[in-house]
């Protein structure tokens, strides 16, 4: 059956349409050729009776050529170099029903798809139309001008002047193999994967503990808060200590009567009653308690800082052996694609995408690595050990710790966190200089003084003695402010005792949602997403380079690029659920206060 221009334009337009490049310039020119083949048709009620019957005729015709283009599985994506090229054939038979003018539009309809399909099969841009696109006044643009505005990148763009990818023509004299080496030269080696720069084979494993020890021994902080407590310890003896005697010598009434008058030693003692000296001995000794409960808040802020630094070097370390294996992966999918171009089995430039993923997968090692090392060395200047840069530390960054009883995490908190036992210190030692303070006036110290004195004034020259008792009275000044002030003491601590169980009870709800939240997703991250999307990218990538062969396959290079970044964002997403779930967890630690992490899952752990 020989097909007419009408015919002919269907066909390139169906054909357009089921491999996809009806988009964009093309879909303007199969939208106006349809509407021009459309106005044609129309015409025919102008026409003759029997030039109508002719008419009907080639549009019955055209239906079924229609259909059975419709009918038709999905051309596969596998191309072989010959079929590559685009098709010379061409259809110019003109028909009686219509004026030459209406015919020859039709057929440049024609021409132009034909045009860009064959300019898609060679992967090189379609030349434009002039009335593809039109300035705001809809002033046809200058083809040349449009393809330039188009398809050409910005000069200010980086990597705007690197020059074109040119493949070698297909040589049929040709081996296979030096068709592969000819385009592999075409695209620039990777360069090599960074080796892990932190890593210290000839050194053992530090565990946890073992660091936390070390930097308990050495670290100045905690030597600091030692000797703030020997402070404190020797405040408190101080303060119940009787005060000294007074021993002095004394002259009375010299020179009466030009004699020595009274000569000789004295004695002075102040005398504290009323038990004041052990009321303000507990007072101090609050301060003791308060020291103490601070040494112990230094120790475990000195453990947080090694477990923060710790953790960081098991999950830095763990991420930078995924991003390797996944560059690793990467360089492999980059080889293959070389490979199917070499085979004519793929675009010259799907490789540069893919070469594209593996660079960015080495510099993500690269940010890997680096992060490594400055975990590393923050372990080492948490520890103590300023000079260690490099530590082989035991621990996987993937074993999941227990869940976190919140009720019993909040009873042992209320209990024992440092800064309400120490706002409890403070309580007791308010109500202890308050009792002090009240006493002072009612129970007054009593004040000694005695002196023997040998008579020089005249005969007989006796030996003679003074004593002396005395206490303040409390007229005036009965301690008003001071016991004022230590009840207000009292009333304010309590007050802040409370206000920091709210703020505490908050902290741990906080906290631990964030760290179940991470245990969560570390887990699903672990057993279903990193999975199934492997599965995934293994599926896609594999009907790719099958090349579609199922019907209604739409699997296209997109969709693999599509798959691999999706599987790098899920990995590097993992890393991420991995740090915020170790760092919940030491937060959670620190907050608890607890000297050993083994206490989390024994005391608060929720049996799996």
């Known amino acids: 059956m020989r097909l007419s221009h009408t015919q002919t334009a269907v066909l390139w337009l169906t054909t357009l349409a089921a491999v996809g490049l009806t988009t964009g310039c093309a879909a303007q020119r199969a939208s ?84 860009f399909l064959a300019a898609a099969f060679r992967k090189q841009p379609a030349p434009l139309a002039a009335d593809d696109y039109n300035t705001p006044d809809n002033t046809p643009l200058d083809p040349q001008v449009t393809r330039s505005v188009r398809f050409e990148v910005p000069a200010e763009l980086p990597g705007s002047q690197a020059p074109p990818l040119r493949v070698p023509p297909f040589d ?89 008058g009274y000569q000789g030693p004295y004695i002075t003692q102040q005398i504290v009653t009323g038990g004041k000296l052990k009321l303000a001995q507990c007072a101090a000794q609050m301060e003791f308690e308060n020291a103490h409960v601070a040494y112990q808040r230094t120790k475990i802020e000195i453990a947080t800082r090694v477990r923060d630094a710790y953790y960081d070097v098991i999950v830095a370390q763990q991420r930078r052996k995924m991003l390797t294996a996944l560059a690793k992966f990467s360089e492999t999918i980059y080889q293959a694609q070389i490979e ?42 948490a520890a103590g050990l300023p000079d260690v840069e490099r530590f082989q530390v035991a621990g996987q960054a993937e074993s999941v710790p227990a869940e976190i009883d919140y009720e019993s995490a909040k009873i042992y908190l209320l209990e024992n966190h440092t800064e309400l036992r120490t706002v409890r210190n403070q309580v007791v030692q308010a109500q202890y200089r308050s009792r002090l303070e009240y006493i002072r006036p009612r129970i007054p110290d009593l004040n ?3 002196t023997v004195q040998k008579d020089y004034t005249g005969p007989p020259y006796a030996t003679t003695f003074n004593v002396q008792v005395g206490a303040p009275i409390p007229v005036f000044d009965r301690n008003q402010g001071n016991i004022l002030a230590t009840q ?41 997403i990193l999975p199934d999307q492997v599965r995934t990218y293994r599926g896609v990538y594999s009907r790719y380079r099958e090349g579609g062969q199922a019907a209604n396959d739409n699997i296209s290079f997109g969709d693999v690029i599509v798959a691999e970044q999706t599987l790098g964002t899920a990995v590097n997403d993992y890393a991420t659920v991995l740090t915020n779930l170790w760092q919940a967890y030491v937060d959670a630690a620190e907050l608890l206060q607890v000297e050993d992490l083994q206490v989390l899952d024994a005391w608060f752990g929720v049996p799996n």
């Open 340 to 381: 199917l171009v070499a085979g004519g089995q793929a675009a010259p430039y799907e490789p540069l995408q893919l070469r594209v993923s593996a660079m960015q997968a080495r510099n993500a090692v690269i940010d890997a690595d680096n992060a490594a090392v400055a975990a590393g060395r923050r372990l080492g200047a």
């Open 32 to 115: 106006t050729a349809r509407w021009r083949i459309s106005a044609i048709d129309t015409k025919r009620d102008s026409k003759p009776s029997t030039e109508v019957a002719d008419v009907d005729e080639e549009n019955d015709e055209l239906e079924v050529v229609e259909q059975e283009l419709a009918d038709r599985p999905v051309i596969p994506r596998q191309k072989t170099a010959a079929s590559a090229q685009p098709s010379n054939t061409r259809f110019h038979e003109r028909s009686p029903e219509f004026e030459q003018p209406e015919i020859e539009q039709v057929a440049a309809e024609v021409d132009d798809a034909e045009e």
């Open 172 to 260: 049929p004299e040709q081996s296979l193999d030096e068709r592969k080496i000819a385009i592999q030269n075409l695209y620039v080696p990777l360069p090599a994967l960074p080796a892990a720069s932190d890593m210290a084979l000839d050194q053992p494993q530090w565990t946890l503990t073992e660091l936390e020890n070390v930097a308990w021994e050495n670290h100045p902080a905690l030597q600091q808060a030692g000797a703030l407590v020997e402070v404190a310890r020797g405040q408190m003896i101080q303060a119940g200590l009787h005060p000294n005697p007074t021993i002095g010598y004394e002259g009375d009434t010299i020179n009466t009567l030009g004699t020595a």
């Open 488 to 528: 207000s003491s009292i009333l304010g601590h309590e007050r802040e005792h409370g206000s920091v169980q709210n703020r505490l009870t908050g902290e741990l709800a906080a906290i631990l949602a964030r760290y179940d939240t991470a245990r969560t997703l570390a887990v699903n991250y672990r057993d279903q």
């Open 448 to 450: 000694l003084y005695s």
